[in-house]
């Protein structure tokens, strides 16, 4: 089998060569998986600089945080698997390779029926969006959630989540020309963040009818997070779950005061993790099903195959108004799925 390698800390093209390895043998309580798609996400290029972000310093070992792939060994006493099921390895564990050796308690079983394209982002992105909403907005159907954010790849699974579940979403975005693919999502506002707070809030206010919006859901941080709470209605909570926009949430106390405001900082990791086995099998199938029946989509820019490494850490690297989407890595054709 191959497998991309980081062999040191630098640009992919130094950094990175393909090996090819033995294929796995699974032991006991093990099994194999033969990887069909694994997307390149932003930590992926930090760990290849050695940044303070995500400093590698144990060489060589195969990046990859997350994707999708079907069993092709079981290792004895393996009962929860057989060769052919689709699934979900577990994550930072080196998916950037055709094969993986697993322990088969730590996998999660996906959807025949979905594509594999969109189920292989769910155990990062996806999982980040259903724990936020399943543990941190308490809203009814027919409520309003406000959200930053929204064109970005989790933005867009928030969107269609909520939709899902019968809430409302006001979508904060920084520039006009998605309103309609936001819409198309299962987004009921669209609203332009300028800068400037008190224009937000009016507009915000102007796009609900004047609805009470208790709940803010904050993956940008920087002054983005403070103008959401500037938005809000007595008593409000902000909920902070990324930070792409490069600092802390910046938020003015008289909005704290005003708006009665609870602050909360969210981890994925944290929320699965409280889980009993059978409650994260259930988390893991309502991801399934929702990518299966298209509520939760995030767009693909493009697909590249190992040997095309170079190119593919390129396009990931690019901003994102310009990479259209998120970059995969596919190692094996799969027969079922083509993209």
Not at 30 to 48: K, N, Y
Not at 60 to 83: H, L, N, S
Not at 244 to 273: H, Y
Not at 308 to 335: I, N, W
């Amino acid at each position: 089998m191959r497998a991309l390698v980081q062999v040191s800390n630098g640009e992919p093209a130094n950094a990175l060569v393909v090996e090819e390895r033995p294929d796995p043998v699974p032991g006991p309580g093990q099994i194999v998986v033969a990887m069909e798609i694994a997307p390149i996400h932003r930590s992926d290029l930090f760990a290849l600089t050695g940044g303070s972000k995500v400093p590698m310093t144990s060489l060589p070992r195969v990046p990859g945080a997350e994707g999708v792939g079907r069993v092709v060994a079981v290792g004895q006493d393996v009962t929860r698997f057989k060769i052919g099921d689709r699934v979900w390895p577990p994550k930072y564990i080196g998916l950037f390779q055709e094969q993986v050796i697993c322990t088969a308690a730590d996998v999660f079983r996906a959807p025949d029926h979905a594509p594999p394209d969109q189920l292989a982002i769910l155990c990062t992105m996806g999982l980040t969006a259903i724990m936020v909403l399943d543990d941190y907005v308490r809203e009814a159907p027919g409520g309003w959630i406000i959200h930053n954010g929204a064109n970005s790849s989790i933005g867009m699974m928030v969107i269609g989540l909520a939709h899902a579940r019968g809430l409302k979403t006001v979508n904060i975005v920084r520039r006009a020309g998605f309103e309609n693919k936001l819409r198309a999502l299962g987004g009921d506002a669209v609203v332009i963040d300028d800068s400037d707070p008190d224009r937000l809030a009016t507009r915000v206010a102007a796009a609900t009818g004047g609805a009470p919006i208790h709940t803010a859901l904050d993956v940008v941080g920087s002054q983005s997070g403070g103008r959401l709470a500037h938005c809000l209605t007595a008593p409000g909570a902000l909920v902070l779950y990324g930070g792409s926009g490069g600092s802390p949430a910046q938020i003015d106390f008289l909005d704290m005061m005003r708006k009665e405001l609870t602050v909360v900082g969210m981890s994925m990791s944290r929320s699965f993790n409280r889980r009993t086995p059978a409650e994260k099998d259930d988390v893991m199938r309502r991801l399934g099903e929702l990518a299966a029946s298209g509520h939760l989509k995030t767009d693909i820019a493009a697909t590249y195959s190992l040997d095309q490494y170079r190119a593919a850490c390129e396009h990931a690297a690019m901003p994102s108004r310009d990479r259209g989407g998120k970059v995969l890595f596919r190692m094996t054709p799969s027969r079922k799925d083509p993209l």
